[in-house]
């Protein structure tokens, strides 16, 4: 088994915890010329974040800049060939299954069958309050979302979901997907999260476990599918460190993975060792054309030696 690697897009979500300084001028023409480069360098996908709206509280942490990610993934969709256009990941629960479904649905068609559709609970109360959706009962939403999603999102023009908030049938929809099964990935760490993931998703897309921290958790996915027989293939997904192709000339953060390729790609395998099926990673950078060179340098000299088998 190889080990394949993504990216989360820079400008389109601009939260402090990760944006650097750059993206605040950045826009439009940046999220292309990266998203092409990655395109180019063989990543296996690019990855965009969903809030319909921050409050007051959380934005100077958070900023209020988070583009649309249907939209921003249909405009990647054309500019790009062949990389995947991941969700990572989508608050499905803030809206009704069959409005996720037309949309997404529709990026799927336009996009060859390239989409991967990440979902997740969600954590800004006021968004669902404005949006009238219950945020102490959003798990059990989410939940219900994923089942009335596989059907929504499945080969039937006329898809059927009957379930305890959401009921509907006799409503047709096309385009269809391309893909015959969408690649639902779920996000999230808490036991909750992971025991969806395990039990409902074609992937797991942990948020923010250390390194220590994966075995664990990949162990007790293993033992819940077990449990329940669950034998389809689940691919499991980690977010690296912060990574710098080479020697920094400048100050990058004693987290960041630096280094030769060589030393990055012995660093990332341990990932393989684990069980982890793709990473996905982020530079660190002071302009995009740095960003850019950064993606194409991993993509020719690290990733095809992170591919290596373990």
Not at 51 to 75: C, E, F, G, K
Not at 107 to 119: C, F, K
Request: proline share 7%.
């Amino acid at each position: 088994m190889s080990l394949v690697h993504g990216i989360q897009l820079p400008v389109q979500s601009q939260s402090t915890l990760y944006a650097e300084p750059w993206e605040a001028a950045a826009g439009p023409a940046d999220l292309v010329e990266i998203a092409r480069t990655a395109d180019r360098a063989g990543f296996a996908y690019l990855a965009v974040c969903d809030h319909v709206a921050i409050p007051h509280r959380l934005a100077d942490a958070m900023s209020t800049v988070w583009y649309d990610p249907v939209a921003t993934l249909a405009h990647l969709a054309a500019v790009t060939e062949r990389v995947r256009l991941l969700a990572h990941v989508a608050v499905v629960g803030l809206r009704h299954p069959l409005v996720t479904a037309k949309q997404y649905a529709t990026l799927d068609a336009l996009s060859g069958g390239r989409l991967i559709l990440g979902v997740g609970a969600g954590h800004v109360r006021e968004e669902f309050e404005a949006l009238g959706v219950d945020f102490e009962q959003r798990g059990a939403v989410l939940d219900e979302t994923i089942d009335a999603l596989r059907a929504a999102l499945g080969p039937e023009e006329f898809p059927a979901h009957h379930g305890k908030r959401f009921d509907f049938a006799g409503l047709g929809q096309r385009p269809r997907p391309a893909q015959s099964r969408v690649p639902l990935w779920v996000g999230g760490s808490s036991p909750a999260a992971v025991r969806r993931a395990a039990l409902k998703g074609d992937g797991w897309l942990p948020q923010g476990d250390p390194r220590d921290r994966l075995p664990a958790q990949i162990e007790r996915i293993r033992r819940l599918r077990e449990a329940a027989g669950v034998t389809d293939p689940l691919t499991v997904g980690a977010i690296t460190e912060p990574l710098y192709v080479g020697t920094p000339a400048w100050e990058v953060g004693r987290r960041t993975l630096s280094g030769p390729p060589e030393a990055l790609a012995e660093s990332l395998r341990a990932y393989r060792a684990m069980g982890v099926d793709q990473i996905q990673v982020r530079f660190r950078s002071r302009s995009r054309t740095e960003l850019t060179d950064q993606i194409s340098a991993f993509g020719a000299e690290v990733g095809p030696l992170v591919r290596e088998a373990v």
